[in-house]
């Protein structure tokens, strides 16, 4: 089974991947990572905006219905092929899927190489930094 692991938050885990990764290839070793997928979001907001609910029905249909097509990817959701094509722009660019040409008549085809997304999210309720700072009551 193949996964999608995504993370959002914890910006100090996002910079220490990002310098690992720069150190890695600095060092020419990048096959000695885990080579899990990993998609890192910063913020929720970053999240919730690249990951819509109309899109990870598209993510799951495209999985599913393997279309050959746009079109048929559009079909699948019942939406306009112009709104998919942008969405499936937007999730190639996220590495979520592949637009691979080839498909009936050159058709490009959307391919998802995943069966299965896991999403965890860390989101501070009380920011550590200023509860110390803070007075205790008002």
């Not at 885990?34 to 899109?55: C, E, H, I, M």
């Not at 190639?92 to 085809?109: D, W």
Request: aromatic residues 4%.
């Amino acid at each position: 089974m193949t996964t999608l692991h995504i993370t959002v938050g914890d910006r100090d885990q996002l910079r220490q991947d990002a310098l690992q990764f720069v150190q890695d290839a600095d060092a020419d070793d990048l096959d000695s990572r885990d080579g899990k997928a990993t998609l890192q979001f910063g913020t929720y907001n970053d999240f919730v905006d690249s990951l819509t609910p109309l899109r990870l029905e598209l993510i799951r249909a495209i999985a599913e219905g393997s279309p050959e097509s746009m079109r048929e990817a559009a079909r699948l959701v019942d939406r306009d092929v112009s709104d998919v094509h942008s969405d499936l722009k937007q999730l190639e660019v996220l590495g979520i899927l592949t637009l691979e040409a080839g498909g009936p008549s050159g058709a490009i085809q959307p391919v998802v190489p995943f069966d299965r997304i896991e999403v965890h999210i860390d989101y501070p309720l009380i920011d550590r930094d200023d509860a110390d700072s803070a007075p205790a009551s008002a």
